[in-house]
């Protein structure tokens, strides 16, 4: 298992948690990002830094991963892509994106973009929240627990 992160967007509170979890753990961490990034000195940390293209970093993420890897996005349509590819995908506000959930998070997510389209005030998501924190948190740690045990 490797966890990687579309990181451009990825909220700093997510990545120090990240890292603690790589530290901790050894499983190894890969930010994928357009510009590098300043993470801790560890064997298991790393960036990866893209082109600056409109989506270099999901698709370089799309390429690398592989089945039971886990990508942490906060993008819908990447997280479809590693669904298809046989990993999992968790959101930096701790919603588990899965082959069940994932058609329907899309559709929504086209409606919403329907509507701002039509100058639609549909507004954006709420600052992520400490209960959000906790959540990724709770989601990451099952995950990691799980694999170290061979589940």
């Known amino acids: 298992m490797k966890i990687w992160v579309d990181a451009d967007a990825c909220p700093v509170v997510i990545k ?3 890292f603690r979890a790589a530290e901790r753990t050894g ?9 590098y990034l300043r993470v801790p000195s560890s064997e298991h940390i790393s960036v990866q830094v893209v082109g600056s293209e ?3 970093a999901d698709e370089e993420i799309v390429r690398l991963v592989e089945a039971g890897d886990l990508v942490v996005t906060s993008d819908i349509p990447l997280a479809a892509e590693v669904i298809e590819k046989g990993g999992r995908a968790l959101s930096p506000r ?16 086209d409606f919403m973009h329907t509507l ?11 600052a992520l929240s400490q209960s959000d924190r906790n959540e990724f948190a709770n989601y990451l740690n099952s995950m990691l627990s799980k694999f170290q045990q061979g589940l």
């Open 94 to 109: 701790g919603e588990l994106y899965s082959p069940e959930n994932i058609g329907a998070i899309l559709n929504m997510r």
């Open 116 to 126: 701002r389209a039509s100058d639609v005030e549909a507004g954006g998501p709420p």
């Open 16 to 18: 120090e948690i990240l």
């Open 54 to 56: 409109l989506d270099a």
């Open 27 to 35: 499983v190894p961490l890969t930010l994928v990002a357009n510009q």
